[in-house]
C-alpha cells in the first residue's frame, strides 16, 4: 500500500534559475577583465583568478543545463524525471574545478622560482573589478546556497574569487610598496589553495547523492522512532531514506500494523498519519509506506533494520 504525497517535483536549483543566470553574466564579464589585466600587467594572480573564472562559466552553465533538464516531465521509463541531471552537473562542476586548482598550484610553484614582473597598479585596478563583481554575485547567491548543491558550487566557486580577488589587491600593494614580485605567485598559490577544500567537499556531497546515502539533516534512528510510536503501529523495517535531487528527500519503509487495525479498515488513517508526521516533522514529503498486518510479517525479507 502506498502513500505519495506528489509526483511532479520543483527541484531546488530550479528555483534559482533567475540567480544563477545572472550570476553567469556577472562572471563572464570580471573574467574577460581579468583576462585583459592579466595580459596588460604580466600577473599570474589574474590570469589564475580568470582561469578559476573560466571554470565558473563553465560550470554554471552546466548546472543551468540541469536545470533545464530537470525541469522535463517524468514518463514511465524515467519515474523520476531527469532531476538527477542537477547532480551529474554538479559533479561535473567539481571535477572541473578540483583540476583548475592543481593547475595553478603547479604553475604558481614553477613561478615562486622564477618570477615575472607584475605590474601592480593594473594588478590593483582589475583586483578591483573583481572584487566588486564577486561580491554582488556573493550576494545574490549567499540566501539560496542551503538549498540546492548546484547553487551551493556555484556560491564557493564565487566565494573563492572573492577571496582570490583580496589575494590579488594584497599582492599588488606588496608589489608596489616593496618590490617583491614573488607576491604575485604566493596570490596564485593561495587562491589555488581555496580551491581544494571546499571542491573536494562539494564533490563528497554530490556522491553521496548519486550512492542514495542518508541526507545529512535527517535522522533515520528518530525517523524510525517517530513512525513505530504511530498509533497501530508495531514495527519497521525495511526503511530508506535518499535523495532524487538538491531538496527532494524520499522514503519508502515496509510498516507492520496490528491485525486488529489493519482488518478493521484502519490501515487507511495509519497511512495518513504516517503522511503528516514525516512532513511536519522531518520536511520528508515524498513518501511510500508498505503496510503489512502483524501475522504477515514472518514472510518479509528483510533487508534493512
Keep these: 500500500m502506498a502513500h505519495d504525497h506528489h509526483d511532479i517535483f520543483t527541484t531546488a536549483?530550479?528555483?534559482?534559475?533567475?540567480?544563477?543566470?545572472?550570476?553567469?553574466?556577472?562572471?563572464?564579464?570580471?573574467?574577460?577583465?581579468?583576462?585583459?589585466?592579466?595580459?596588460?600587467?604580466?600577473?599570474?594572480?589574474?590570469?589564475?583568478?580568470?582561469?578559476?573564472?573560466?571554470?565558473?562559466?563553465?560550470?554554471?552553465?552546466?548546472?543551468?543545463?540541469?536545470?533545464?533538464?530537470?525541469?522535463?516531465?517524468?514518463?514511465?521509463?524515467?519515474?523520476?524525471?531527469?532531476?538527477?541531471?542537477?547532480?551529474?552537473?554538479a559533479v561535473?562542476?567539481?571535477?572541473?574545478?578540483?583540476?583548475?586548482?592543481?593547475?595553478?598550484?603547479?604553475?604558481?610553484?614553477?613561478?615562486?622560482?622564477h618570477p615575472t614582473m607584475a605590474t601592480a597598479?593594473?594588478?590593483a585596478l582589475f583586483g578591483v573589478v573583481a572584487l566588486?563583481?564577486?561580491?554582488?554575485?556573493?550576494?545574490?547567491l549567499r540566501p539560496a546556497h542551503r538549498d540546492s548543491l548546484n547553487v551551493r558550487g556555484a556560491f564557493l566557486e564565487v566565494l573563492s574569487d572573492l577571496l582570490g580577488a583580496i589575494a590579488v589587491l594584497i599582492a599588488a600593494v606588496l608589489i608596489a610598496a616593496t618590490g617583491f614580485q614573488r607576491a604575485d605567485a604566493l596570490a596564485s598559490l593561495l587562491i589555488g589553495a581555496l580551491i581544494l577544500p571546499r571542491t573536494l567537499n562539494l564533490l563528497r556531497d554530490t556522491v553521496d547523492v548519486l550512492l542514495e546515502a542518508t541526507p545529512k539533516d535527517i535522522d533515520v534512528a528518530k525517523v524510525r522512532d517517530h513512525i513505530r510510536s504511530t498509533s497501530g503501529v508495531l514495527a519497521v523495517h525495511d526503511l530508506h531514506v535518499w535523495t532524487i535531487t538538491s531538496g527532494n528527500p524520499v522514503l519508502s519503509a515496509h510498516v507492520v500494523i496490528e491485525d486488529s487495525v489493519f482488518d478493521g479498515g484502519g490501515a487507511a488513517k495509519v497511512l495518513d498519519d504516517l503522511g503528516v508526521c514525516l512532513a511536519g516533522h522531518f520536511d520528508v514529503e515524498h513518501c511510500t509506506f508498505q503496510l503489512e498486518p502483524a501475522r504477515h510479517r514472518q514472510h518479509e525479507q528483510t533487508t534493512h533494520p
Design 92 to 113: 561535473v562542476n567539481a571535477v572541473l574545478l578540483l583540476g583548475v586548482g592543481v593547475f595553478i598550484i603547479v604553475e604558481s610553484i614553477f613561478q615562486l622560482f
Design 121 to 123: 597598479g593594473i594588478m
Design 13 to 89: 536549483g530550479d528555483r534559482q534559475h533567475g540567480k544563477l543566470t545572472l550570476v553567469l553574466c556577472i562572471t563572464v564579464v570580471i573574467m574577460v577583465a581579468e583576462i585583459i589585466g592579466g595580459l596588460l600587467g604580466r600577473s599570474l594572480a589574474l590570469f589564475a583568478d580568470a582561469g578559476h573564472l573560466a571554470t565558473d562559466v563553465a560550470g554554471i552553465g552546466l548546472s543551468l543545463l540541469g536545470i533545464w533538464f530537470a525541469r522535463r516531465p517524468s514518463s514511465d521509463a524515467r519515474s523520476f524525471g531527469y532531476q538527477r541531471a542537477e547532480i551529474f552537473a
Design 132 to 140: 566588486i563583481g564577486n561580491g554582488l554575485s556573493l550576494a545574490i
